[in-house]
């Protein structure tokens, strides 16, 4: 999209009031969608509680192919689509909604540094995971991925797209990493994350951030998501003051509001 349009987006978005009827669109929660995309589906309605903007959760069996950029989760507000957390915090900021407005330049700079940090080792992690790992892809992947659809093409689309990220792992130095590599990768991060939150209720203190969404979104899907072993999640669970992060986050921003969106609890 060009400035020129997104100036134009922005101006809009800033027009109209939050509606009350906003949409969340991810696959389908109990048999269709896949740790990565829940952790990102996860992330956003994260943000959105912190923001404290409604949004409804429909899960679709097609939401993948419906997102204009082909990633759930994707919002829909008023006439409105915007998929992916980043595009979706600058759409909520264009309504006057931001959680990092607090923060000074340099803050901003190393809240994003953080980000960038989740999403290059988590996500790949997670991608690597569920696509690359021949045990995870047999018992679960390719099964989840196709639940929708009838024989072959719920073969014919997992295929595809396990060839879309054993390509992208290639491209990013990550295609013949081994397991046992990609969860020291996992632990490395999740120890960067665990110095800077330290002992403080959110990483700037006392508000969350997007950051916050973001991280709660891929360490508390990693800790309920059932996979073929209980590795990755191990190396959550090393880290005290990240479990106690995802409790906190979980009892504030969900159990205390009544939302059911999490449907499976931390122990």
Known sequence: MSLVAEAFV???AAAEPWPENATLYQQLKGEQILLSDNAASLAVQAFLQMCNLPIKVVCRANAEYMSPSGKVPFIHVGNQVVSELGPIVQFVKAKGHSLSDGLDEVQKAEMKAYMELVNNMLLTAELYLQWCDEATVGEITHA????P??????????????WEVK???????????TLDQVLE?????????SQRLGTQPYFFNKQ?????????????TILTTQL???????KVKNYSNLLAFCRRIEQHYFEDRGKGSLSTRLS
């Open 149 to 162: 659809y009838p024989w072959p093409l719920n073969r014919i689309l997992a295929y595809q797209k396990q």
């Open 228 to 234: 073929t072993n209980d590795e990755l999640s191990e």
């Open 208 to 220: 969350p951030t997007e950051l916050d969404a973001l991280v709660f979104g891929h360490l508390y």
């Open 185 to 193: 990768d996992v632990d490395q991060c999740c120890q960067a994350l």
């Open 10 to 12: 922005s101006q809009i």
């Open 167 to 177: 390509r992208k792992m290639k491209a990013i130095g990550w295609g013949n990493k």
């Open 144 to 147: 989840r991925y196709g639940s």
